[in-house]
Structure formats: structure tokens, C-alpha cells
């Protein structure tokens, strides 16, 4: 039993921390990649920046005017600061229900991305800037994970977390493969850095070596089974999360959220990467984002914002 | 018509056991104030030696970077609060002193004793007001003064409440005189706040000077969460084997949110935000992930006037809407009891001594600061002739507001409050400056006196329990008496000792 709104400071803890991860490593791949003054770099800024949601082309001839404001600026709601401002701002409200260790992660990274010296330090060496704010990401979902129990808080916790990597990297994979993409993905360099802003180099060449194609790269990021950072990966942890959830929750019968996802699961489950190929790519990724769109709904429905006729005792 | 305050005083004194805490008759605004850490000699007291020891062995650069861990400490721990400008929000830890406050066994327990039978008394005078009124019958307490009062709650009226338990959490401020008695300086019975920073003190100063912290026999602080619960508990034990307690707090922005949270995550109860609550038939839930659940007690951190906007403010957006009638219903316990307030207004103030003796037979173990209530035609002259020395005070308004202080105010505002007394001499009380004592303070990495107070914390449900330790504000200022936080104060840790035979060891 929690407070629902507790459960829903807890689960947007979970997507903003996941969403500011995956800003540093854009921004990361972004400063990098552009260092080479090659045509594949400039499709990998135009990349970034679109899955940033910022697909203004004028910004790609200054990257690193490109990158300060993904990192620091307050008023884009996505950027590095907002993300971990709007953590914080949750873990607040919810400070009696995270575990001390939890709360010191997340502070401690916050004070530092705002503190006075936090954009000289990213001017003085970018790279080691964001690597240090996702290690300590990491830190914090290890503490999370080491300290707190794992029942309903900790599981919307993740459920934040996962819908919101899902998501990600369903966008991701839309700039690269949808249908408005100004030049198709071939090039290696782009490709290899596609896989670094998904953090999925090195489990990638595991699965297929250093031999990178399109089409292995989105079957890789859609439907790999273990790769954590796979939308089917996310898509099964979801699921897991929410049928605990549902338990907890008491509800009769077969909840909305939990068949959703159910639902996901097994689409992705036994999707066939031809005939996806076959039908085009776009329409299965625009398809996938739409059920995670629908299971967040579902979710805020049953279990946050219920209507109170339906639940007051008889 | 009620007798002089100044004889009211003098009677509770006469048979007190020690002299010192005959009242001056006239204040005297001359006496050096009483040193914590060092007699009048110049000698340090046998219970701050140790500390002193400890201290005079660290170089000012040690004990500076031992400031700064006691700093780092708060900003980890998020003991901050918010201070709103035009540009920017802003964090700040409350400024926190490094030295503990020490208080000796023999007058602790003094202190306890004698708050113990304060809230007593008021808690009974308070059951009495909203009861019977027997006390206004007597005549001991004027009638208009407490039925006037704005903290009077006529919705309190004959309504039950478990134990007769009005004031659930009480922070008391006292004052230590220049003859080194300790005075009440004033009651809070509303929500009183700051207990988090007593166990976060507390907690660092653990860290800091571990050494003198085990040499001195200290005695622990750590069971207030526990205790508190228990205490939220017997409010509805009787009629509710395992009573639902929740923290009701205004929200994230509010200054004390922080001790809202501590300590809801300390008893390991849910905090909720009047949004969180639902009042159906007169019973009230709380919003959870799996439905609706009813709450048995709540520990409210919000003001009387917000937490019912169908019985009081109508425009607050802070409590549950049918709150209290679900309270009169007795479904549900509001604590503290909304309507304390009117115990620690500031008029009525200058009659607890009278109230301790009209309920409990007995003369009041800590006395109050000498109070003169401009109502009286006799005292309202008094106040008038010496505007100069004394402090004046508005009995509605707190936090230094609608004040005038005499020594450090000028001709033009005296005559100003002057004018204020004469049209509306009901709502002012008046009384001496009072000189607060000093304890040794790191200021700039010297050790300089500053001046202190002490709010000890007072549970009572079932029964009444005093935490053995408070929260002492410091005015960091050098001479300011102000403590408040938001004016300059900061805090510090306070070591009440046990009592052990050695006392303290280095």
C-alpha cells in the first residue's frame, strides 16, 4: 500500500534520471563524433540533435553551442539539468520513502550539475563531465537497487525507468529509420555512434562483431532479448513490474496496464525482422511508441489517477 | 477583576523552594547576562570543562574544517531551506554552530518537571475552556480575554478529545535570566517546529567531537520519533487496535517541509498532502496506489485555518474538504487539536502561573517573564510612563511583528505605539527586555559569546514525556537577542547530561 501520489513522484524519479542519462550520452556522442570534420559526423549531430528534440540544422555548424544548452539549459525541459532538477524535485516530495543512500546519489549529482562550477567544468573536458553524471546515475540506481525494498516504490521506480528507456530509444530509432530521414543510415561511423548513444557498442559487436548493418542494429536495439537497453528488454521488465504491481494493487481481474504490456511483450516477442524490414520499419516503431504512450495512460488510470466513485466503500 | 500580574508573580514565588526566581519588581536592563560556558569569575563550569578542553586543543583551522563538515552534513542531508528571489530559487542550510550547549543533570530535571506540569495544566485549561468554562466562572481568567481571543475555536466547543490531550507536540521557549533561572518566554501549542533540527544537530555533532561526546555522558534523543508515534497512537488506541497515523503537511515549498518528511520517514508513516485525503461519510481516506484507505490519526503540520476549507478559510487549498466533521464525528483525530492556540496567546500567557495553581494546587516550577497587560488601567500607566525600557507586543501577531522595542526605538515610534495602546489597549502586552544568556559560539573560527534560548519538545497523550534535549537558537549576530531563523538564528546542538558520577571526561 502507498500513497498514489507517492507512486507517481517514484515512477517520475525513475523516467527523469533515465531521461538525463540519456541526454549526457547524446551529448557525449555528439561533442565526440564532431571532432572528425567528415560528412558521417555532421549526420551524427543531426542525429543527436533530432533525438534530443532539437533537429534545428543551424546548430550543427557550432556542436559545442549545440551541446551547452542539452546540458545546462533550465528552460528545455529535456536538458541534463531539468531532468535531474525534476528527480530531485520528486524525490522531495517522496524523501520519507527513498532510502537515505538513494537520496544522497541523486543530491549530490544535482548540487554538482548546478553548482557555480558546473559549466566551466564542461567546458574544461566535456567528455569526463557527462561519463562522471552516468556513472553517478549509475550509482544511484545501484543504491536504489542495494537499499531499497524491492516492493511497490522500488517497482514504480523502475517501471519509470524502463517505459522511459523504452521510449528513448524508440525515438532514437525513429530519427535513424523513420520515414522523414534525410539520408538512409550506411555509413559505419554513423552506425557505430547510433550504437553509443544507446550505450550498445560493445554488446552489439558480441552479438555480431564489428561487422555493422542497419538492419542488425534495429534488431538488435528492438528485439534483443538481454541487452538491456532493448525496447523488448524494457518492454519485459515492464511487464514483470507491473503484474507485481497489479498484486499489490488487489485488483480483480486482468488490469488494463498489465495487458498492455502483456501485449507488447508478446508482439516483440515473436516479431519476425523480415517482415518487418518488409513493411517498413517506421510504421512498427511508430507503433511500438504508441502502446508505450497507451500503457503510461493505463497506468496513471488504475493506479494514480482513478476516478473516486469507483473506489469509495460501499 | 483580576489581581496585578506583578502580585500574581510574587505570590507563585514566595514558596517556591530556591529565592531566584523572585521576579524583579523593576526590570534592570544593567545585568550582565548569564555566561553558559563561564561563572562571573571567569571560571569555567564544571560541566563545560571537558569541552573546553577539547576545543582549546584544535587550532582554528581544525575547528574551521570541522565547521565545514557539520555544513556538508545539512547540504547532503538536504536540511535546507528555500529562499525565494527574484531570479532565482536558492537552497540554504540554517546556519549551525559547531560547540554543543551544555545543560547539567540537577537542572534539567528542573526544567523537565516543570514543563511537564505547564502543559499539564494547560492541556486541563484548555478541556475547561472548550468544556465547562469553569475557570471563567471563577473569574481567574478574564472571560472576554479568552473568548475574544482570534485562536479561539467556538467548532472546539464540548467536543471530545482522547486523554484531554489538546497540545499533542509542544515546543516551549525558555529563557535563561541574568540570576541563571531558567523562565518561559512563550508556549507554542500549534505546530510547533524545529524538533527536526534538534535530531540532525544531534546527529553531527556525533560525528564532529566524538570524543567529548562519549566522555560526557549524554543522554539520548534518539526515541522522539518513536515516542511521538506512540503518543499520535494512544489518541485513537481506544477505540482502534492499529490506528493509521499519517503527517499532514502543506507540500514540498512550504520552510519546514524538510522536518515534515523526517519525520514521517522516521515513524515509517505516510506523508501526506491534504490532496492525498478524502472525507466520505464522515471518515477519512487516503489515496493509495491499490484504492482507498482510512487514516485514524493525523499529525497535522498545517495551520487551524487551513485544514478544513468548509469550516475554516474557505480559500484554503491545504487541508481536505469535511475534515473536522468527520473530527466531531469522532472518526478521526486531528493533532494537535485545532483551538490550542488560544492557550499560547500571548494575553493569556501572562496567566498560566494562576491556571497551574487554579487546576493543579501548585506554584509554577519555571515562572514566566514579567508581563504587563495593557488592559489594565493601572498597568496600561505603567507601560505607558516607561515605553523606553520595555518591549511591547501585539497579541494576535508573532514573529517579531507589530512590536516595539523600547531601548532600541525612537521618539517618534514611541509615540506612535503610545497612541496604538491608548485606542486599543486590549491588544498589547508589554514586558521587560529580556537578556538572554550567552554561550560560547564558532564565529569566523574565534570563540565568541552569543545569546541563546532553548525549546525543549513535550509529548502528551496518554501521558506526557519530555525529550531530554531541545533545540538552542542562537542570535549569530554579536548582542542581537534574536533568534528567530529567519532573521539571523541559527542553531546548535544541546548535550543534556546524565549525571554520572564523573561528569565530564576529556
Redesign the interface.
Known amino acids: ?7 507517481d513522484s517514484l515512477y517520475w524519479i525513475g523516467r527523469y534520471v533515465e531521461r538525463a542519462e540519456h541526454m549526457c550520452r547524446l551529448g557525449d556522442v555528439l561533442l565526440n563524433a564532431t571532432l572528425d570534420r567528415t560528412e558521417a559526423a555532421n549526420q551524427v549531430a543531426r542525429i543527436t540533435l533530432a533525438a534530443a528534440g532539437r533537429p534545428d540544422p543551424a546548430r550543427i555548424a557550432d556542436p559545442y553551442e549545440a551541446a551547452i544548452p542539452l546540458a545546462f539549459d533550465r528552460d528545455n525541459e529535456d536538458s541534463i539539468t531539468s531532468s535531474l532538477a525534476g528527480a530531485r ?1 520528486n524525490a ?6 527513498i532510502t ?1 543512500e538513494t ?2 546519489r541523486l ?2 549529482l544535482y ?1 554538482r550539475m548546478t553548482g557555480p562550477g558546473a559549466e566551466r567544468a564542461f567546458t574544461e573536458g566535456s567528455s569526463g563531465f557527462l561519463n562522471e553524471a552516468i556513472a553517478d546515475l549509475h550509482l544511484f540506481k545501484g543504491a536504489a537497487d542495494a537499499t531499497m525494498s524491492h516492493g ?1 516504490g522500488w517497482r ?1 521506480l523502475m517501471l519509470g525507468v524502463h517505459l522511459e528507456r523504452a521510449q528513448l530509444i524508440g525515438r532514437l530509432l525513429e530519427v535513424c529509420f523513420g520515414e522523414d530521414r534525410a539520408v538512409p543510415l550506411s555509413d559505419h561511423f554513423a552506425l557505430t555512434s547510433v550504437l553509443r548513444m544507446s550505450c550498445a557498442l560493445e554488446p552489439y559487436l558480441r552479438v555480431y562483431t564489428a561487422d555493422i548493418r542497419p538492419k542488425h542494429l534495429l534488431e538488435f536495439l528492438v528485439l534483443d532479448e538481454e541487452f538491456p537497453r532493448s525496447i523488448r528488454f524494457c518492454t519485459n521488465r515492464i511487464e514483470e513490474h507491473l503484474s507485481a ?1 497489479s498484486r ?4 480483480a481481474g486482468h488490469s488494463s496496464p498489465d495487458r498492455l504490456a502483456g501485449r507488447l511483450k508478446a508482439r516483440l516477442q515473436y516479431a519476425d525482422m523480415t517482415e518487418i524490414e518488409a513493411a517498413g520499419a517506421s510504421g512498427f516503431l511508430a507503433n511500438v511508441l504508441d502502446e508505450c504512450a497507451a500503457i503510461h495512460d493505463a497506468l496513471y488510470e488504475t ?2 489517477a ?1 476516478p ?1 466513485e469507483l ?3 460501499a | 477583576m483580576p489581581p496585578h500580574l506583578e502580585e500574581a508573580c510574587v505570590e507563585s514565588g514566595v514558596t517556591t523552594a530556591t529565592s531566584v526566581n523572585h521576579p524583579m519588581p523593576e526590570p534592570v536592563p544593567s545585568a550582565p547576562p548569564y555566561d553558559e560556558m563561564r561563572s562571573v569569575e571567569g571560571l569555567v563550569r564544571p560541566h563545560y570543562a571537558a569541552l573546553e578542553t577539547r576545543i582549546g586543543a584544535l587550532s582554528p583551522a581544525q575547528l574551521a574544517e570541522r565547521q565545514m563538515a557539520l555544513e556538508r552534513f545539512f ?4 536540511i535546507t531551506f528555500t529562499v525565494y528571489g527574484a531570479e532565482s530559487t536558492t537552497e540554504r542550510i540554517i546556519p549551525t554552530d559547531l560547540l554543543p550547549r551544555i545543560i547539567p543533570a540537577e537542572e534539567w530535571s528542573r526544567i523537565e518537571a516543570g514543563l511537564i506540569q505547564r502543559l499539564q495544566a494547560l492541556n486541563m485549561f484548555l478541556a475547561d475552556i472548550y468544556g465547562e468554562q469553569q475557570i471563567l466562572m471563577d473569574g481567574v481568567v478574564p472571560r472576554e480575554l479568552v473568548l475574544c481571543a482570534p485562536s479561539y475555536r467556538r467548532e472546539m466547543q464540548n467536543l471530545f478529545v482522547p486523554h484531554s490531550a489538546y497540545a499533542n507536540v509542544c515546543g516551549s521557549d525558555l529563557i535563561r535570566r541574568p540570576d541563571g533561572a531558567f523562565a518561559v518566554l512563550e508556549d507554542n501549542l500549534r505546530v510547533p517546529s524545529g524538533v527536526s533540527y534538534m535530531l540532525a544537530n544531534r546527529e553531527a555533532s556525533k560525528r564532529v567531537f566524538p570524543g567529548a561526546f562519549r566522555g560526557a555522558g549524554v543522554r539520548s534523543i534518539d526515541r522522539y520519533p518513536d515516542l511521538l508515534l506512540s503518543t499520535l497512537k494512544s489518541m485513537a488506541a481506544d477505540w482502534r487496535s492499529n490506528p493509521q497515523v499519517v503527517v499532514l503537511t502543506p ?2 515549498y512550504n520552510s519546514a ?2 522536518e515534515h ?2 519525520l ?2 522516521l515513524m515509517g508513516v ?4 491534504g ?2 485525503l ?1 472525507v ?1 461519510e464522515n ?1 477519512v481516506y ?8 482510512r487514516v485514524d490519526v493525523i499529525y497535522r503540520r498545517v495551520d487551524d485555518d487551513f485544514i478544513d476549507p468548509l469550516t475554516f478559510r474557505r480559500d484554503s487549498a491545504l487541508g481536505a474538504a469535511g475534515l473536522f466533521n468527520a473530527y466531531r464525528a469522532g472518526n478521526v483525530v486531528i493533532c494537535n487539536a485545532p483551538g490550542t492556540g488560544v492557550a499560547d496567546d500571548k494575553a493569556v500567557y501572562a496567566y498560566v502561573p494562576r491556571i497551574i495553581e487554579y487546576y493543579l494546587g501548585e506554584d509554577a516550577i519555571l515562572p514566566n517573564i514579567e508581563t504587563f497587560l495593557c488592559r489594565e488601567p493601572a498597568q496600561l500607566g505603567h507601560v505607558l510612563a516607561n515605553l523606553d525600557k520595555l518591549v511591547v507586543k501585539a497579541v494576535g501577531a508573532s514573529g517579531g511583528y507589530g512590536m516595539l522595542v523600547g531601548p532600541h526605538s525612537t521618539k517618534a515610534e514611541r509615540g506612535d505605539f503610545a497612541a496604538a495602546l491608548r485606542a486599543r489597549p486590549d491588544n498589547y502586552i508589554a514586558q521587560p527586555t529580556v537578556q538572554l544568556s550567552t554561550a560560547p559560539c564558532l564565529v569566523d573560527s574565534t570563540i565568541e559569546p552569543r545569546h541563546v534560548d532553548l525549546r525543549p519538545f513535550i509529548l502528551s497523550g496518554e501521558k506526557i514525556v519530555v525529550t531530554p534535549g531541545a533545540l538552542t537558537r542562537v542570535a549569530l549576530k554579536r548582542g542581537s537577542l534574536v533568534v528567530n531563523s529567519s532573521q539571523g538564528g541559527g542553531s546548535k546542538d544541546t548535550w543534556v547530561l546524565d549525571g554520572g558520577p564523573e561528569g565530564v571526561r576529556p
Open positions: 500500500m502507498m500513497l498514489a501520489r507517492v507512486a524535485e522531495r516530495q517522496v524523501r520519507d520513502q537515505t537520496w544522497e543530491n549530490l548540487l511497490e514504480f504491481v499489490h494493487a488487489e485488483i493506479h494514480v482513478y473516486l473506489r469509495l466503500p | 547540504l547532503l542531508q538536504g507540500g514540498v517541509y524538510y518528511a523526517y514521517a520517514r505516510p506523508l501526506v498532502e490532496r492525498d478524502v466520505h471518515f487516503m489515496r493509495t496506489t491499490t484504492g482507498l484507505k
